[in-house]
């Protein structure tokens, strides 16, 4: 069993697309299905179409294999002890049933004011100014308030060594075959110092709980073992990794998006309740998270090819989001496409399968916050740039900042 590649390079993470990545996508997924490809010194399959992107995601056959010392990626996040993004069952869901149940409906309605009075006080700060970089004076400080501070329980004022520590990590969660070497050092530095203040911090709930999840986690057992400190410490970490760079980005993506395309932006002011969808159809659009990885954990078959155990794929669930098989007219903006349409496929921005996002919840309502008040309080919001810059990462899209008038 074998299908053809045509002749074609795959340029999708080449700088001169970072500003707009979605041709590329097209070009690679209207001549092939699966694409071999090359992450720096490991090669690859590139899954580019929306069917086996999500056969890959939901197959038992498929995981990430580290457990099982097949993994052909070396990703250094693997070996942190409760980092369960890169684990395979039965371990992954000892761990993740912890963490989602800091997501259940009950805990979301007590986080939404949260985020909402957060977004407020910024905004109205901003409205006096006339002026706002959606970036680093909403979604940043928005992103510290919700993960850091209110989730994790850390002091507010250490906001700043947040940002820093998650930059630094966020730039190196491309695979390590495709970093340099500071951007290595960069990211075990930052690691290293997020992982002490954890331990520190894990130290005080240890004496004196208060009303967070790492408190829970601390009091937490799997299996009737108590978490041990260091799997805490990975947990904590994994949760800022996943949830800052990736809720910040979904606000500046989304908002641009709403920007550059004024008549969905008049529309969701005139139907506020279209947020929902809106939101759906930002992850769908412009995703914060391009791309993941998988291994084949048994020999399988998927796009009528055979995959070996420990070969490795990229699934590129950004293209597979802006696939036509299954999104009719996938390149334009739409926020009624998800509205009150049950057969609109899922999109693949918060992924699928036993790995799906478990901070989807907390991400909807900081996005929510974000743009309702945005909307609300600025009725002349304009963009005040010509050139938006991303960030040089692969794995995460995201502005460098959006500034805009108001
Ligand atoms: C818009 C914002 C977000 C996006 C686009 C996003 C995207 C994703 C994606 C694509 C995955 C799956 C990765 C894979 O299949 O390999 C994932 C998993 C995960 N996300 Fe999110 N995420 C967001 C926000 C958050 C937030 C706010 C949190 C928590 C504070 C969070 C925590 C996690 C965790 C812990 C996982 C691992 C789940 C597992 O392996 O079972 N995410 N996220």
């Known amino acids: 069993m074998s299908t053809a590649v045509p002749e074609i390079t795959f340029d999708a993470f080449e700088p001169s697309e970072r500003a707009d990545p979605y041709p590329a996508y097209r070009r690679v997924r209207d001549a092939a299905a699966l694409f071999p490809y090359a992450f720096g010194d490991v090669p690859v399959t590139l899954i580019t179409r929306y069917e086996e992107c999500s056969a890959v995601l939901t197959g038992a056959d498929w995981g990430h294999g580290y457990s099982a010392g097949i993994s052909p990626f070396r990703d250094s996040s ?103 070497e500071a951007d290595v050092t960069a990211r075990g530095a930052a690691a290293i110092g997020c992982m002490g203040y954890f331990a520190e911090l894990i130290a005080r709930k240890k004496r004196t709980p208060t009303p967070d999840l790492l408190s829970e986690l601390v009091a937490a057992s799997v299996e009737g073992d108590k978490l041990t400190e260091p799997e805490v410490i990975g947990m904590s970490l994994l949760l800022l990794v996943a949830g800052m760079e990736t809720s910040i980005n979904l606000i500046g993506n989304g908002m641009l998006a709403l920007l550059r395309h004024p008549e969905q932006l008049a529309l969701l002011r005139e139907r506020p309740e279209l947020i929902g969808p809106a939101l759906d159809e930002m992850l769908r659009y412009d995703a914060p998270t391009q791309f993941t990885i998988r291994v084949a954990l048994a020999d399988t078959v998927v796009g009528g090819r055979e995959f070996k155990r420990g070969d490795g794929v990229v699934v590129l669930t950004a293209s597979a989001s802006r696939d036509d098989r299954v999104f009719p007219d996938a390149d334009v903006f739409d926020i009624t496409r998800y509205a009150g349409n049950r057969t609109a496929r899922k999109h693949l921005g918060f992924s699928l399968g036993i790995h799906y996002c478990v901070g989807a919840p907390l991400a909807r309502i900081e996005a929510e916050a974000a743009v309702r008040t945005l909307l609300d309080r600025a009725p002349e919001l304009r963009i005040a740039t010509d050139t938006v810059e991303y960030r040089p990462s692969l794995i995460h899209r995201g502005v460098l900042a959006l500034p805009v008038t108001m």
């Open 78 to 180: 693997a070996a942190i002890p409760g980092s369960f993004v890169r684990m395979d069952p039965p371990e992954h869901a000892r761990y993740r049933k912890l963490v989602a149940k800091a997501f259940t409906p009950r805990m979301v309605g007590e986080l939404a004011p949260v985020a909402g009075g957060v977004v407020d006080e910024l905004v109205e700060k901003a409205v006096q100014r006339g002026e706002l970089d959606i970036l680093e004076d909403l979604a940043v400080p928005l992103a510290v308030a919700m993960i850091p501070v209110r989730l994790l329980g850390a002091d507010p004022a250490d906001g700043a060594r947040f940002r820093e520590w998650q930059l630094a990590i966020a730039r190196g969660s491309d695979p390590d075959s495709l970093l340099g």
